[in-house]
C-alpha cells in the first residue's frame, strides 16, 4: 500500500506516524511546501514570548529524522497543485519550479487551517501579522525586538489567539 500525505506538521506527521505502526511495509510519502515538518505550532507564541528560549525545542523531527526513525519519505518544499482522482496522482511542484507526478493507493490531506483575516481596512500595512508557520513567528518575533513594541490588538481567541495574548504580555506589552 502506498500513501501520501499532503501537509507534515501536526496533522500530517501524526498520521503518517500512527500508519507506519499499523503497516510496517507500507510505503508513506509526506508532501510538505514548508521547509519544517512536525513542529509544535501551538507553542510558537511560547517562543515569541521567551517561555521557550530555544527555536530547536519547536521541532520534533527532522525529514532525515522520519526516514531513519519510521522509513517515511518527508519531501519539503515541495507543493502538491494537482490531484487526478481517476488514475490515482499527483501533479507536485518543487521549490525549483519543476514539476513531477506520484501516484498513490490512499492519499490524506492534512494541510491545516489558514488564518482568517477580516474584510478590514490596513490588513495589508506593516506590523500586521498571521501566525501559523514557523516563519511568522520569526517575522513576529523580529518586529517586536526591531519595534520596541508597548501595545498590540490580537484579533481571534482560539488557542493560538489566546496563548499569543499570554506572551505578549509576558514581554510586558499591553494587549487588546
Not at 505550532?41 to 517562543?47: A, D, K, M, S
Request: aromatic share 6%.
Amino acid at each position: 500500500m502506498k500513501y501520501v500525505i499532503i501537509g507534515g506538521v501536526a496533522g500530517g506527521a501524526t498520521a503518517a506516524a500512527r500508519l507506519r505502526r499499523l503497516d510496517e511495509q507500507a510505503e508513506i510519502i509526506i508532501i510538505q511546501n514548508e521547509p519544517y515538518i512536525s513542529y509544535a505550532n501551538c507553542g510558537l507564541p511560547y517562543y515569541i514570548g521567551n517561555v521557550v528560549t530555544s527555536r530547536s525545542l519547536l521541532f520534533r523531527e527532522t525529514p532525515e529524522q522520519f526516514k531513519a526513525n519510521s522509513c517515511i519519505d518527508v519531501r519539503i518544499g515541495q507543493e502538491a497543485i494537482a490531484i487526478d482522482r481517476q488514475t490515482k496522482n499527483i501533479s507536485i511542484r518543487r521549490s525549483d519550479r519543476t514539476e513531477y507526478t506520484e501516484s498513490y493507493d490512499k492519499l490524506l490531506l492534512a494541510t491545516g487551517a489558514h488564518p482568517v483575516i477580516p474584510p478590514i481596512g490596513g490588513t495589508g500595512t506593516a506590523g500586521i501579522f498571521t501566525l501559523r508557520h514557523v516563519h511568522d513567528m520569526d517575522q513576529i518575533k523580529d518586529w517586536i525586538q526591531q519595534q520596541q513594541i508597548k501595545e498590540a490588538l490580537v484579533i481571534g481567541s482560539g488557542f493560538i489567539g489566546l496563548e499569543m495574548t499570554d506572551n505578549l504580555q509576558r514581554l510586558g506589552i499591553a494587549v487588546t
